[in-house]
């Protein structure tokens, strides 16, 4: 039982002072763990990785480290975090990066409790959540006062239940509020960045935010989530900073840091995100508003013309993106988009930033302000968008993408890794990158990985998992069946047809993985009424939050469930809820979208092969994590169906069998093809 914990906390630990405190004790057959957790199996696998961090930390070497799945990871590196913070005090605090809140709140909830009870030495750990989540009593006392959110009779009573929750929460975050407040209303009580009167402030002494931020400073072993850390480097390279400095980071989930860096360092304006600075200072509503009460009918005038283009300027790019758009948007290369929105969006913050200045009320001064750099910050998000910059350090790709509020402004690094690795990677923490899936198998220095991320020196570590694949896994690769690529109706009417046949025999317990919403839609229909008739409910994804289709799926074990994207990593169903995972087709990404097809374009430049060096090996790794899905545990078994022919009739099709977790002889041609 590496990483799961009892449900009473063991008793202190009683080492004497000279007990040797290295991972390897601390893991061993009788060391502290094993002798608190009855059902504790000392695995190889949990070791090697957990002496590679440690040694790598000492080491000050950054690594790569692939650990299968029933590893024990989230041990194997909190240990070490805590051995390096506990023997480097003062050097600032072991930065934990998580993939999401929630799995921040799992280490939170139960591993760092079990640690701290388990370990013969004190330390701290602190879970940090972004500034937002915080109330700012001075903000909130200042909403009471004004009463600029009174005029709506609900959130009236929102803003006054969190009043009195304010008079007796232990820790002043929205997440410990009894109900969800309306957005508009956070917004008016929330701790911002620039606006916070710091030490001049007469509430600084009881202010959760500000304690947050002492605890987060003086905290050896720091939970973060990735979009948390980017956010942070964001900031960091803009010159400003939200984390205390650190000198070493470890990045669990790894996988995602791509993607989360490219979304934190990318830009992204609709027509709601101006209506929303614009709402925060005036809205036709409110006679009281901010803007109303410090400002003149010029700054009035203002606040209108911006409304009124705002929605012209939006209309125009709706309007482009259906004319000349895909499904996934609009690439918009070198052209300009001539907009007269931030010219009067600065004329509107200088009126702001004017009667700050006029105003003596330092809460009014403070509030202004905040919407003028707000603006500013706007203006020049906007400019970027708008503009061609060919001589920009970090080319940007600009595209319009479609949304349920019309088109979206939207630009991403072309390449985050020359940015990561001036940074974050050169000269920066100590940086350990784990993950069950980090490559394609057949890479061994993760050079895939490492080229998107700028990593260009690190150790690099694979251990397999501990489950035997072999014994408890059946793979069935589907045979005679028309190609996807070819004849995609053909295709799916076949795969709808396999896929109720598999399913009802094995009883339903099973999860189908799909690599679009149109298939989801389309097998949901097909199925549903044989699982009916057999009294196997149908779970998909869209018809309820994620969350709940889980729960349903461990509570009801014969139901099926069914979706895309998100349920192909990260959902953790275990025994016989899950006894069959089908892969309807290989999860190649879209090649459609803009961002994508223009880092495609700038290997090809580079001349190297779009297909081998990106497409490839970006689903291979999908694949694997979606195969994942079916072994959580020691005691699991059961059935994989690939239903895309290409696995056999393509040359690449061997690399992604190659890739699974099964011995040599299994990925020739025996029983893994053919059922
Ligand atoms: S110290 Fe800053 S965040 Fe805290 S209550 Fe005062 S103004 Fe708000």
Known sequence: MNGEQPDELPLPPDDGPDAVLDVGGLLGADGPIARRLPDFEVRPQQLALAETIERCLRQRRHLVAEAGTGTGKSFAYL??????????????????STRTIALQEQLEQKDLPFLHAVLPFEWSSVTAIGRNNYVCLRRMHLAEREQHLLEDPERHSQLRRIVDWSLHTADGTRQSLDFEPRAE???????????????????YDHCHWQRARRRMQTAQVLIVNHALYFADLALRIAGASYLPAHRVVVFDEAHHLERVATESLGLRVGRTTVGWHLRRMHSRRQQKSLLARHCGAAAMLLWEEAGLVNEALFADLQDRLQKGGSGEGLALHEQQIEETLSPILRALSGELAAAAVRTEQVDAQMELQARANGLDGLCATLRALCTHNPVAETPLVRWLEPSRHGALLCGAPLDVSAALRKHLFDGGPTAVLTSATLGTGDDASFGWLRQQLGLDRAETLRVGSPFDYDRNVEMVFEEAMPDPSRDAQAWRRDVADRTRRHVLDNGGRALVLCTSWDLVRFLAAELRRPLGDRDIQLLVQGEAPLTRLLEQKRDDARSVLIGTDSLWEGIDVRGDALTMVVITRLPFASPGHPLTQARMQALQAKGLDPFRDHSLPEAILKFRQGFGRLIRSGQDRGKVVVMDPRLRTKAYGRRFVAALPFSADYDADGRSYGA
């Open 79 to 96: 240990l070490p975090a805590a051995l390096h913070a506990d023997a480097h005090q003062g050097e600032g605090p072991v930065v934990i």
């Open 185 to 203: 209303v956070w917004e008016e009580v929330q701790a911002e960045h620039g606006n916070c009167l710091q030490r001049a402030c007469k509430h």
